[in-house]
């Protein structure tokens, strides 16, 4: 597998889940952003040997906003690490940065919530986490909800 840039909903999504599972107080989130994803971004470049994409980020202008809680669930969010720190691991100086300590340790919470290690592996868990994604996810949710019986539309009057 190639090495990419994750997109900005990608880290809002694991700062999310930080948040959602009492890893990180609700301060400093945008800090944290531009720290894990410049960590993406360095290792890409590092892979890349420094050339330029076209599609590269304003990782240094990150502002962190929150998905709603609804959406962000532990397994999903493990997989989401599992993406980042892939991205991120190029770098020889990797296992000393504070992106990774960062990861290990939320993965640890991650799992213990998922109820494994493994809980990611599963088809419906995305590699990336993209606003598109989360609006199909959040479509389906909708979908089950009427379902249910649960969502009753009102008509206009």
């Known amino acids: 597998m190639s090495a990419f840039i994750v997109c900005k909903t990608h880290v809002d999504y694991i700062l999310s889940a930080a948040l959602k599972y009492g890893v990180v ?5 945008s800090l944290l952003g531009r720290i894990l994803w410049g960590e993406n971004h360095r290792s890409f470049a590092y892979r890349y040997q420094g050339r330029h994409r ?9 502002d ?12 999903w969010a493990l997989a989401a690490v599992h993406c980042l720190a892939y991205q991120a691991c190029e770098c020889p100086d990797w296992e000393e940065t504070f992106t990774c300590r960062f990861l290990q340790g939320l993965r640890k919470k991650l799992e213990h919530e998922a109820g494994g ?10 590699w990336e986490v993209s606003a598109e994604v989360l609006s199909d996810r959040a479509l389906v949710g909708l979908r089950e909800v009427a379902a249910r019986g649960r ?5 206009p009057t």
């Open 151 to 155: 969502f009753r539309p009102q008509r």
């Open 64 to 75: 962190f906003e929150a998905v709603a809680a609804e959406l962000v669930t532990a397994g």
């Open 54 to 62: 076209q599609d590269m980020h304003d990782w240094d202008e990150y």
């Open 25 to 29: 107080p609700e301060c400093q989130l």
């Open 117 to 126: 290690p493994d809980a990611w592996k599963t088809d419906d868990r995305p």
